[in-house]
Nanobody, 120 residues
């Protein structure tokens, strides 16, 4: 599967952005990760194939919403009330399993990143 993320950009604190991730080929469970400058890549949110089960990092709960449109083979991340600390390169990912043995989302495929910059 190939994943293509888009929708990043520059936004002021308090603003909103919607990221998209177009997939070619069949996808199963999907997720968003992000990597801020000088930091490790971190989990943001995940969604099961049917869209029933979602999970969020504590830092984005209540502000970000993950969704998917399987008919369009597209994953979304609606980001509201953005903060400067949300600045990062955002990556979409796909995995056969929603959780591994440690309870984490372990991607089998990654998309290229899209940069989100939140100014204060």
């Amino acid at each position: 599967v190939q994943l293509q993320a888009s929708g990043g950009g520059l936004v002021q604190a308090g603003g909103s952005l919607r990221l998209s991730c177009a997939a070619s080929g069949r996808t199963f469970n999907m997720a968003w990760f992000r990597q801020a400058p000088g930091k490790e890549r971190e989990f943001v949110a995940s969604i099961s194939w049917g869209g029933i089960t979602t999970s969020y990092a504590d830092s984005v709960k209540g502000r970000f919403t993950i969704s998917r449109d399987n008919a369009k083979n597209t994953l979304y991340l609606q980001m509201n009330s953005l903060k400067p600390e949300d600045t990062a390169v955002y990556y979409c990912a796909a995995a056969m399993a929603l959780r591994d043995s440690r309870g984490s989302f372990s991607p089998d495929a990654w998309g290229q990143g899209t940069l989100v910059t939140v100014s204060s």
